[in-house]
């Protein structure tokens, strides 16, 4: 079976910090692809970032980077130069093809807090 | 409209009622998702649609019946729910090949309170 584990519910960052998100996930599939999303409060959930499991460069969207670590099965967040609209739940989720279709895995997520 | 649209925002209803969720895509996708969002649950995928014809059902009770006639509609028929029913119902569509790697785009959700 696919998992994805967030190991942590809540974290807190002050403005113009660096803040890592942690997910790891369990898969027996060679051909996957991992992404993170954000859901502000209230408001519609949006991708951050994603990345293709036979890439080893780790992906970059202007202040958010990954780090992916394939042997370990880790797929950590950065968040540098954090800002107050950053504030939301960060899912970590693993897609892969099976019958035709394609699924997409969810962690728990993180509920991270951008204080002032 | 843009992205992707669902209606209603809010729905209350009792046990012994029948409602229907609707979800619409404007991007052109040709797969669209039902999921239901729990707290401190993730986000459980329900059904999927890919080119109009169901693909998937991950064992979801048949109180839920959802239905596709296009591939920019959507819809969840409900009737005789649970109070444990209640949570967010997410819709998202996608560009699908069938080998992944497309993201999925969600629309803002209907929080479901069921009495």
């Known amino acids: 079976a696919q998992t994805v584990t967030q190991s942590q519910p809540e974290m807190s960052v002050q403005e113009a910090e660096t803040v890592t998100l942690s997910c790891t996930y369990d898969?027996?599939?060679?051909?996957?692809?991992l992404f993170w999303y954000k859901q502000p409060p209230s408001r519609q959930m949006i991708l951050v970032i994603r990345q293709e499991a036979y890439k080893q460069q780790n992906a970059t969207e202007n202040r958010f980077s990954v780090n992916f670590q394939k042997a370990a099965k880790s797929f950590s967040l950065k968040i540098s130069d954090s800002q107050l609209g950053d504030t939301a739940m960060y899912f970590c989720?693993?897609?892969?093809?099976?019958?035709?279709?394609?699924?997409?895995?969810f962690g728990k997520g993180t509920k991270l807090t951008v204080n002032p | 409209e843009t992205g992707v649209t669902q209606t209603p925002r809010h729905l209350v209803m009792g046990m012994t009622n029948k409602k229907s969720l609707k979800c619409e895509q404007h991007?052109?996708?040709?797969?669209m998702y039902w999921y239901k969002q729990s707290a401190k649950k993730p986000l459980e995928l329900m059904f999927v649609?890919?080119?109009?014809?169901?693909?998937e059902n991950n064992s979801v009770p048949s109180r839920f019946s959802p239905e596709c006639p296009n591939s920019s509609h959507l819809f969840l028929h409900l009737h005789t729910l649970q109070p444990e029913d209640s949570a967010l119902y997410l819709c998202?569509?996608?560009?699908?090949?069938?080998?992944?790697?497309?993201?999925?785009?969600f629309g803002p959700g209907t929080r479901l309170t069921v009495l």
């Open positions: 898969t027996s599939e060679s051909n996957y692809y």
């Open positions: 991007l052109g996708h040709n797969a």
């Open positions: 989720a693993f897609m892969f093809a099976q019958g035709g279709s394609e699924k997409l895995v």
């Open positions: 649609y890919s080119l109009e014809e169901r693909v």
């Open positions: 998202a569509s996608s560009q699908s090949t069938g080998r992944g790697g497309y993201e999925q785009f």
